[in-house]
C-alpha cells in the first residue's frame, strides 16, 4: 500500500535553532519526493523536489535529505526564524504520476 | 507573473445548492490540479488535467463533484447538491511540463449548512 509518514506530528522550538523532520514512505515505484511548506491560510509553496538519484537538495536555510534505500527523506531547517512557523508536508509520487501526501508536521518557532 | 488564481476566496451556502470554484492556472503551465483540505483527511488529490484533458479523476469523492477544463487558462471544480460534509478548503494548483513544482492558489474556503 502506498503511503507516506511523517515525523514527529508537532514540534515546537526556539528561534535560532536547527530542526529535522522526518518523512518515510512506501510508495514505489519512486518517481520523486517533494517537501512543501503551507503557512496557516495559504497554499503549500514548494521547498525542494528530489528524483531518485538525487541525495540533498538545499533551498537557502532547508535542506532536504532522500535515501532511496531506506525510503526516508528529512527536511532540516537551520537557524529557524519565526516565519518558518507552519506546516511541512511530505509528497512521494510513483511513474503513474499518483501523488501520495504525508499528515505533515506542524512546526511552531517562539521567540 | 500572477500565480494560480482562485475564486471565490470564501463560499458559505446552505446544503443542497450548487457550488462552482473556479480557477486560473499560471500562464504557460500545461498541468492542474484540485485538491481539498481538511484537518481530518489533509490534503487529497481530486483530479488533475493535463493539457485541459482529465487524466486522473480517481480522487473525487462522488458523482456530486465535476471538473472541467474548457480552455488552459480556466477550470471549474462543481458541487451538486452540496453537503455538509463537503466543507473544505479547495485547492487549485499547476505545474509546467516535466518534474516541476505545483504552484497553488490561495484557496476556497467552503461552508455548507
Known amino acids: 500500500k502506498n503511503q507516506v509518514e511523517q515525523s514527529p506530528q508537532s514540534l515546537i522550538i526556539l528561534e535560532g535553532k536547527n530542526c529535522t523532520l522526518q518523512c518515510n514512505y512506501t510508495v514505489s515505484p519512486f518517481s520523486n519526493l517533494r517537501w512543501y511548506k503551507q503557512d496557516t491560510g495559504r497554499g503549500p509553496v514548494s521547498l525542494t523536489i528530489?528524483?531518485?538519484?538525487?541525495n540533498t537538495k538545499s533551498n537557502g536555510r532547508y535542506t532536504a535529505t532522500l535515501d532511496a534505500d531506506t525510503k526516508q527523506s528529512s527536511l532540516h531547517i537551520t537557524a529557524s526564524q519565526l516565519s518558518d512557523s507552519a506546516s511541512y508536508i511530505c509528497?512521494?509520487?510513483?511513474?503513474?504520476?499518483?501523488?501520495?501526501f504525508g499528515p505533515g508536521t506542524r512546526l511552531s518557532v517562539l521567540p | 507573473d500572477a500565480g494560480v488564481i482562485q475564486s471565490p476566496r470564501h463560499e458559505v451556502t446552505e446544503m443542497g445548492q450548487e457550488v462552482t470554484l473556479r480557477c486560473k492556472p499560471i500562464?504557460?503551465?500545461?498541468?492542474l490540479f484540485w485538491y481539498r483540505q481538511t484537518m481530518m483527511r489533509g490534503l487529497e488529490l481530486l483530479i488533475y488535467?493535463?493539457?485541459?484533458?482529465?487524466?486522473?479523476d480517481s480522487g473525487m469523492p462522488e458523482d456530486r463533484f465535476s471538473a472541467k477544463m474548457p480552455n488552459a487558462s480556466f477550470s471549474t471544480l462543481k458541487i451538486q447538491p452540496s453537503e455538509p460534509r463537503d466543507s473544505a478548503v479547495y485547492f487549485c494548483?499547476?505545474?509546467?511540463?516535466?518534474?516541476?513544482?505545483?504552484?497553488f492558489g490561495d484557496g476556497t474556503r467552503l461552508s455548507i449548512l
Open positions: 488535467f493535463n493539457n485541459n484533458v482529465p487524466i486522473d
Open positions: 500562464s504557460g503551465h500545461n498541468s
Open positions: 494548483a499547476s505545474s509546467a511540463p516535466g518534474i516541476r513544482p505545483q504552484h
Open positions: 509528497v512521494v509520487l510513483n511513474y503513474g504520476q499518483n501523488f501520495v
Open positions: 528530489m528524483t531518485f538519484s538525487e
